[in-house]
């Protein structure tokens, strides 16, 4: 009775070590890959891979790969060093980039094509207005020639019987030329009114395709990431949702990566790692660089950061 009591309790033990280690062990594992990972950043370069790059995007993998490398350089040329490398998707890496197209860049397509419009639109009510301005001098310069002959033309007929034989040449003349301005003022009326219709018309696409803009622009909302870098254990994602074009683009990459290397987010609104990410400029401000420099620097924030990663699992 007391060996199956022995032997019971030892199976007892010997399974509860193997569950202890099934437990542990991956833990220990993510552990040390977390050490290696948080030990080397800034010491040699993070490698990442470009997964996928959904082609609905409309952007080649190589432009992507330009974009990158900007968003390399705008860290590396601070630090002084190459801070990334970029290798194909078949070999080891630390993060990897997914492109995913859903409706957050079908939108941003939206509106991006209603800027295009907007501003194409734009440009010709801009020269339509320029030659309506140049037509309304010319006929408000005929107009008013057109008074001034006809208060001559009034001033020589009231003294008819009166008139020399070059006045009366030249109250023929004058009145031909009144003749003649009143035709063309018809005509530049009729040319003026319709300008107008015209213009009116433009106002009012372009006022449309700025309600629609603003309305897509709230329906994007501040609730929309245009990327953001995902490390959950091992797996260490950089998502792309929407760029508008790809200048924004190398902007974007480069606010991920600086998540990458361990940098957070910073007050300044032209700063790259703003947390809204709103500016275009593509040079680090000095908040910027004080964040490299501290993200770089680290040391014994790791340790903090290791424990904390190991209660969330």
Not at 183 to 199: A, M, P
Request: proline share 1%; charged share 25%.
């Amino acid at each position: 009775m007391n060996k199956l009591i022995r032997f019971t309790s030892f199976v007892l033990v010997v399974v509860m070590v193997v569950l202890w280690l099934g437990y542990t062990f991956p833990k220990f594992k993510i552990l040390a890959e977390y050490v290696r990972f948080e030990n080397t950043i800034c010491k040699k370069p993070v490698t990442y891979a470009l997964r996928n790059v959904d082609q609905r995007f409309g952007i080649t993998e190589q432009e992507v790969a330009d974009a990158f490398d900007k968003a390399e350089l705008v860290w590396e040329l601070e630090a002084s060093k190459e801070l990334f490398q970029r290798v194909d998707t078949h070999q080891k890496h630390d993060v990897g980039v997914v492109f995913v197209y859903d409706s957050r860049q079908e939108t941003s397509t939206k509106v991006s094509d209603i800027e295009k419009q907007i501003s194409a639109k734009s440009s010709i009510l801009d020269t339509e207005k320029n030659d309506f301005s140049q037509k309304e001098q010319s006929y408000l310069m005929m107009l008013t020639e057109y008074n001034t002959l006809v208060a001559e033309y009034n001033s020589l007929i009231a003294r008819k019987n009166q008139l020399s034989t070059e006045e009366s040449d030249q109250l023929n003349r004058i009145g031909q030329r009144i003749d003649e301005l009143l035709v063309k003022l018809s005509e530049q009326e009729r040319e003026i009114k319709g300008d107008v219709v015209n213009i009116n018309k433009q106002v009012s696409d372009i006022n449309a395709d700025i309600g629609a803009y603003n309305e897509l622009q709230g329906g994007n909302g501040e609730s929309f990431r245009e990327a953001e870098y995902v490390s959950i254990g091992n797996n260490r994602t950089i998502f792309v949702y929407e760029f508008p074009s790809k200048s924004v683009l190398s902007r974007l990459l480069s606010h991920e990566l600086g998540h990458v290397i361990g940098l957070e987010h910073v007050a300044g609104e032209d700063s790259i790692m703003n947390e809204y990410n709103t500016s275009r400029r593509l040079t680090p401000t000095n908040e910027d660089v004080a964040e490299l420099n501290r993200a770089c620097n680290r040391q014994g924030a790791i340790q903090t950061l290791i424990a904390e990663r190991l209660n969330n699992k």
